[in-house]
């Protein structure tokens, strides 16, 4: 059984951070580079015209998408294994379809919880063309099954780099209490701004460091207590984390989150909501979620680890102990045993090459 994996890196994670990590972690090998930047170059050349009936199919696919596909449809036929996407609602569309499988599989990953992914994929039947898809929220498993018609959705965590992400060598200790919030993507960031304003009156002396990206600087005029970043290196955001006495990253939606598990594997509370995948990385002992737009509870919970020092202590103690368990090492293995399933099960389609 051969592990061939169709993955990509997205442009704002950092090097330690994304799903394409799992790449490093499982008996497998991305398709081969050169052939995939001449596809692209060959796909490129296409006009636009005889082009689009193949990647104007909806969502997020695109040239780039089609031609890791059309790189599929060439080996397929002449080597068997897994072919397993690693971003599913970006670059799987036409994999399913493909005909001479030869007993190949075809495994899809799929990260956006349920009610985005009906938006970004509006016509959903070719997922059901995919041998099995894997997911990285237990609120994903249901919806997709719903889909497929088959019992062939699995529930895989996300991983954490564990030796790059690690508490400080020394605890901070200091006086002043500093949060980290990172990202954008489905942050509720008017329940983050509410909780902040508030501070700036009743906790004046609490630091908000805020990674995002420029454009969304404006959103923070006017709060003092608000430091923004944007483009630091690996190094300084996990120096951001481990100065952090919190994570404040509440949430719209999710599945699972590198921030999340960053900050937790740096051994800092998770001060979220409770929505999407979340609860399946967060309990009570690592980190406290809050009702959805409920910015009262956030603040309450924010001043309850300012002042419960042994409170932030022991929760950060756990939160590295739970990271652990999503170590990428242990995802890859979990990913593995997954993979050998798939590969006793019987196709999804009919194999025409036989």
Not at 139 to 159: C, E, K, M, S, Y
Not at 239 to 248: M, T
């Amino acid at each position: 059984m051969q592990i061939h994996l169709l993955h990509k890196k997205i442009p704002h994670h950092a090097a330690h951070s994304g799903y394409d990590q799992l790449a490093k972690y499982v008996p497998g090998k991305p398709l081969a580079p050169r052939v995939r930047q001449r596809l692209q170059r060959f796909v490129d050349c296409i006009p636009e015209k005889f082009l689009k009936r193949w990647t104007w199919v909806g969502g997020w696919y695109n040239r780039e998408s089609f031609a890791k596909e059309l790189q599929v449809a060439l080996q397929l036929p002449f080597c068997r294994g897994i072919y397993h996407y690693l971003y599913g609602e970006d670059d799987f569309h036409w994999g399913g379809m493909l005909p001479f499988r030869s007993g190949s599989r075809i495994v899809v990953s799929y990260h956006q919880p349920p009610a985005l992914f009906s938006e970004v994929i509006k016509d959903t039947a070719f997922i059901s063309t995919a041998d099995a898809l894997v997911v990285c929220g237990t609120n994903q498993v249901a919806p997709l099954q719903r889909i497929t018609g088959r019992d062939n959705v699995f529930f895989v965590p996300h991983g954490v780099d564990t030796d790059f992400f690690t508490p400080p060598p020394e605890p901070g200790g200091g006086s002043s209490f500093t949060t980290v919030s990172v990202g954008w993507w489905l942050r509720d960031v008017e329940m983050m701004k509410q909780v902040m304003e508030r501070a700036l009156v009743e906790a004046p002396e609490v630091v908000f460091n805020v990674v995002t990206f420029p454009e969304y600087f404006p959103f923070y005029e006017g709060l003092p207590n608000v430091h923004l970043l944007t483009g630091i290196s690996d190094d300084e955001l996990l120096a951001k984390y481990r100065e952090a006495d919190a994570l404040l990253l509440p949430m719209k939606d999710c599945t699972a989150n590198n921030a999340v598990l960053e900050a937790m594997a740096c051994g800092v509370p998770v001060l979220s909501t409770a929505v999407g995948g979340i609860g399946d990385y967060v309990d009570a002992g690592c980190g406290i979620l809050v009702p959805p737009g409920d910015s009262a509870a956030l603040f309450d919970a924010l001043m309850k680890l300012k002042r419960e020092p042994e409170t932030r202590a022991s929760m950060g103690v756990r939160a590295r102990e739970k990271a652990l368990q999503f170590d990428w090492r242990a995802v890859g293995r979990q990913m593995t045993a997954v993979y050998e399933r798939i590969w006793s099960m019987p196709p999804a389609g009919k194999d025409t090459s036989q």
